[in-house]
Structure formats: C-alpha cells, structure tokens
Nanobody
C-alpha cells in the first residue's frame, strides 16, 4: 500500500488549497478513505472520510462547510478542498485507508505540510 499526498504549501489566513493523495498497491475503489491532520505538538485529528463509492462523506465539526472531500476511482486519487484556513490549522495533512467504520485506518501516507500564516 502506498499513499502519496501533495498540494500543501504556505497560504494566508482565509486562503484555500487543494490536497491530493495518489493511492497504489491496493484496490482503491473498495476502501473508504480519510484525511487526518497533526498540528505541531498535538495528536492526530480526524478531518473527513468518504465512502468507497463517494455516496457518503463525513466531516469533523471544525471543518464542516469549509472542507470538501472527494475521490476519483478511475485515477486512484483522493482529494481535499480546504477553504477559509485559519492559522491553527497549520498541520501535516495525511490521507489514510479506512479498514472499518468511519475512522479506523491501517495505512497513511507521509503527509503534506499546510502552513497558514500571514
């Protein structure tokens, strides 16, 4: 299993980014997928999960209305559109493969850094 995130960077408060996660080594269309993040000095925070067929998406309350998760099973790629970023959302953002439920995962990538600063 390989998950490779990209799309992070430095953005001003209120800005937007689109993160991508290229998946390989497993049948992508069979698994739910998640985004999680880890801010400096803090634990891992679940952000969002999308079902294998994109029929259902769930979000942490803190990101609802600002983040949108999506996937393209033909391209084995997961996305996260993030808008209205705040400085406290500076973190490493990881994609992860769901194994059961909506938050349990077994693999995650190396992460892509999102830094929100003026």
């Amino acid at each position: 299993v390989q998950l490779v995130e990209s799309g992070g960077g430095l953005v001003q408060p209120g800005g937007s980014l689109r993160l991508s996660c290229a998946a390989s080594g497993f049948t992508f269309r069979r698994n739910g997928m998640s985004w999680v993040r880890q801010a400096p000095g803090k634990g891992t925070e679940w952000v969002s999960t999308i079902s294998f067929d994109s029929s259902t998406a769930k979000y942490a309350d803190s990101v609802k209305g600002r983040f949108t998760i999506s996937r393209d099973n033909a391209k084995n790629t997961l996305y996260l559109q993030i808008n209205s970023l705040a400085p406290e959302e500076t973190a490493l953002y990881y994609c992860a493969r769901i194994t059961s439920g909506w938050r349990e995962y077994d693999y995650r990538g190396q992460g892509t850094q999102v830094t929100v600063s003026s």
